[in-house]
């Protein structure tokens, strides 16, 4: 991988696991719902800014349908189970889980985009959800019904990512791409348009006190949109664009370090051998699934 697009993969590493701790302070305050909203919503004004300050021509050739579709698939769903997750699940769980995403791939590829399984990466898939298996009972957090059900969210959204890859290959690269700009854009306003009624509807059922909120929560919360989406989805994008969707996925390889590493400094969060372990099964599972298909 060049150094500028390495470069990029850390620096995205490192804003994705960030994400997981401010969900994991913000969702538990505000609800999953309001969370994920406030957050496309922060992004997209946040990528208006910056596309006004470099004074980006707004040109989307006739993608800006596929853009707003790629939102919905790639930032609606998942920053909604996630923040569903973020409820029940420390932000190294989460973070672990969401390295699961390249198989999600792997899977989505074979079954949908005519991609070789080959025995290696069929492995790649069994040794990753034996990882999640671990994780999940032997981890600090209790086995219950709550922390299976964000489990079962986090599963989901790293699903609507391995499809949005291939997604963003078909609808925007092999079409001529388009500026990452755009299309982080393009994908935040999707999102919005999608979480916009789950977000009347919250709003009505719950009626929260948005004035008992500590500052704490709404920094959090601007840093998940602003840091962790805007400027976190211009590196994405722009990275699929560099060195296609399976070596961008590569990223999941670095996000749970940082992720658990935030949780443990700043939330207090346990770091157990379940970490290490269900991680490590994962990690080694994505070494399987990232092989070039001849070695497979």
């Known amino acids: 991988m060049?150094?500028?697009?390495l470069i990029r993969l850390l620096l995205l590493a490192a804003l994705w696991g960030a994400s997981f701790l401010f969900m994991r302070i913000t969702a538990p305050v505000l609800g999953a719902v309001p969370t994920a909203f406030g957050r496309v919503v922060l992004a997209a004004l946040g990528l208006v800014l910056l596309l006004a300050l470099l004074r980006t021509p707004w040109r989307y050739d006739g993608k800006l349908r596929a853009t707003l579709l790629l939102g919905a698939i790639n930032s609606g769903v998942p920053f909604l189970m996630y923040a569903l997750a973020a409820r029940v699940l420390p932000a190294g769980?989460?973070?672990?889980?969401?390295?699961?995403?390249?198989?999600?791939?792997v899977l989505i590829g074979a079954a949908l985009f005519g991609e070789r399984l080959t025995p290696a990466k069929l492995a790649s898939?069994?040794?990753?959800l034996a990882g999640v298996a671990l994780?999940?009972?032997?981890?600090?957090a209790e086995v219950n019904a709550a922390l299976l059900g964000g489990v079962a969210a986090c599963l989901v959204a790293?699903?609507?990512y391995g499809l949005a890859g291939y997604l963003t290959r078909r609808w925007i690269g092999d079409k001529g791409g388009l500026d990452s700009r755009l299309v982080a854009l393009g994908s935040q306003v999707g999102a919005v348009l999608l979480l916009a009624p789950f977000m009347a509807w919250d709003a009505s059922v719950h009626a929260p006190d948005w004035a008992t909120v500590t500052p704490t929560v709404w920094l959090a919360l601007l840093a998940l949109g602003l840091?962790?989406?805007?400027?976190a989805y211009i590196l994405y994008f722009q990275l699929i664009a560099d060195v296609g969707p399976?070596?961008?996925?590569?990223?999941?390889?670095?996000?749970?370090?940082?992720a658990v590493?935030?949780?443990?400094?700043?939330?207090?969060?346990?770091?157990?051998?379940?970490?290490?372990?269900?991680?490590?099964?994962?990690?080694?599972?994505?070494?399987?699934?990232?092989?070039?298909?001849?070695?497979g």
């Not at 769980?93 to 791939?105: E, K, Q, R, V």
């Not at 994780?135 to 600090?140: D, F, H, Q, S």
């Open 2 to 5: 060049p150094l500028p697009s």
């Open 158 to 160: 790293t699903a609507c």
């Open 125 to 128: 898939v069994l040794l990753g």
């Open 93 to 105: 769980y989460s973070a672990i889980l969401n390295a699961t995403t390249p198989l999600m791939g």
């Open 261 to 295: 590493l935030w949780g443990w400094l700043l939330l207090g969060e346990p770091v157990t051998w379940a970490h290490a372990a269900g991680g490590g099964l994962i990690g080694a599972a994505l070494v399987l699934a990232m092989r070039p298909a001849g070695r």
């Open 227 to 231: 840091l962790c989406t805007s400027l």
């Open 135 to 140: 994780l999940t009972r032997t981890g600090p």
């Open 246 to 258: 399976l070596k961008a996925l590569t990223v999941t390889f670095v996000v749970p370090l940082f």
